[in-house]
């Protein structure tokens, strides 16, 4: 085989013009594949970098009047769940994004911020990289002021100096402890997030009808999706009757993580990957063409091979040989 090889490369060689044409086409349809691929397996494939991704779900609430099912949560409601549900481990909210001003650090700098409760990360399974993440008693009113930092900013800004934990940051005027420095791409909704600040739900949360959270919950053990949302049914029915003003017309969702963060791109990845495969069968008919075109141009010298004893065995060797150097040069291109 070995033999075969370097027999085909000379061949290969005497005619380039057809090894660089049946390479860039190989090029071109190998290519496309590998970068839909990749994008295919971070979205689709791999799983969610957290733990047990699979367990993990959002809970949205639903307008029924208006068939909205992807309505964030109010404050009042997200604690009425909490305390009455039963399918689940535990929930975690997160505010919609909001903006911080951080000062006193160099030239003032706005940046994008969530407000999430002290139980977020243990339900997700994320660890800080540097420091700790949010105490129970850190998310309380009154309680003293802490920050989470990306990754990214801690690099950016702060030339990931492991010293800053412990520190005090200034945001919007009132300094913060930084407690934490997130992993490096950590993110749920956002990727744009640069802090973390506990939301502190005080007695006047239970009565807020504005809707501005996102609710995360682990399904405990045993129990999917369905029997989620059938508990959560439960709870939602008696919170609109027990208050109309705030509830009626209103009930749960409950989707999947995962399904929520790639549903919407699903079909259009997966017709990109069909139409990329059928950019490579037709990169690989129009080499295979190629190839039987040079074919009939070798007719002599199979038949010179041939006739000095080469067999059959000898003869497809050659051939594959040199369609393993093309498909090796054309997947390296």
């Not at 969610?48 to 639903?62: A, C, I, Q, S």
């Not at 909210?93 to 977020?120: F, Q």
Request: charged share 20%; hydrophobic share 50%; net charge positive.
């Amino acid at each position: 085989m070995l033999h075969g090889l370097s027999t085909s490369v000379r061949a290969l060689g005497k005619n380039p013009g057809f090894a660089l044409v049946a390479m860039a086409v190989l090029a071109l349809g190998i290519g496309a594949n590998t970068a839909i691929f990749s994008v295919l397996d971070a979205v689709l494939i791999r799983p969610l970098p957290f733990r047990d991704p699979d367990r993990l779900v959002v809970v949205w609430e639903r307008n029924v009047p208006r068939d909205r099912r992807t309505n964030v949560a109010s404050p009042a409601n997200f604690l009425a769940w909490r305390d009455q549900q039963q399918t689940f481990t535990d929930l975690a909210a997160v505010t919609l994004p909001l903006t911080a001003n951080l000062t006193g650090a160099g030239d003032p700098e706005e940046l994008r911020a969530e407000l999430v409760t002290s139980s977020l990360f243990p339900l997700l399974g994320v660890n800080a990289a540097e420091g700790r993440t949010f105490l129970p008693e850190e998310d309380a009113p009154g309680a003293e002021p802490v920050v989470l930092i990306s990754h990214r900013l801690w690099e950016r800004r702060f030339g990931a100096d492991p010293s800053l934990v412990g520190r005090a940051i200034t945001l919007g005027g009132r300094a913060r402890a930084v407690v934490g420095v997130m992993p490096a791409g950590f993110h749920v909704f956002d990727q744009t997030i640069d802090l973390w600040v506990p939301i502190g739900f005080d007695a006047a949360a239970r009565q807020a009808s504005g809707r501005y959270l996102f609710v995360l919950g682990r399904l405990k053990p045993g129990v999917d999706v369905a029997a989620a949302q059938a508990g959560m049914d439960t709870i939602t029915t008696r919170l609109a009757r027990e208050f109309p003003d705030r509830d009626a017309g209103w009930a749960s969702n409950v989707v999947p993580l995962h399904q929520q963060l790639v549903g919407a791109i699903r079909p259009a990845l997966l017709v990109l990957v069909g139409a990329v495969g059928f950019v490579l069968l037709i990169a690989c008919a129009n080499v295979a063409n190629l190839l039987l075109a040079r074919a009939t141009t070798r007719r002599r010298e199979l038949a010179v091979r041939a006739a000095l004893g080469a067999g059959r065995g000898h003869l497809v060797r050659l051939l594959l040989g040199e369609s393993l150097v093309l498909a090796g040069l054309g997947g390296a291109a």
